[in-house]
């Protein structure tokens, strides 16, 4: 049995490989390596034993995170900028779905898409009218 969960997850691990967080385009590569380096200074904040060297290493630490906060705004406020750009241009030259992708990335809104219903039979609903009788 165990050895059977090993072998799918090998596979599993070699077909599908790992998921990769989903980075924000807006941070820029210098704020990445601010983060990291706020990871390490928190680390650092949560060995220290004494109280004087926890409160300096506190003060370090809220500093740095300043720092990223601040460079995580105005990474955002320059790609919303440049985005707006790019949506003047795609509306001069008539790029209209173009200018859809770029309105929704902006809106941060996830639409719904119509996925088929199954009826009570397991045949597929593919049809509105259908799928509001069913639901009823």
Known sequence: MEGNKNVCIEISEKILGFREDQQKEWISE?????????????ENVNRR???QQKISAQTQYSEINKGVKRSIRKGKRNWVNE???LTEEAEKKGY???LHNITR???????????????KSGMLLTTQEEQIKRWE
């Open 30 to 42: 210098e704020t990445r390596k601010e983060i990291e380096r706020r990871k390490l200074v928190k």
């Open 49 to 51: 034993k004494k109280r």
């Open 83 to 85: 985005q707006a750009k």
């Open 96 to 98: 209209i779905r173009e």
């Open 105 to 119: 990335k902006l809106s941060k809104r996830k639409f719904m898409m119509n996925r088929p219903v199954e009826s």
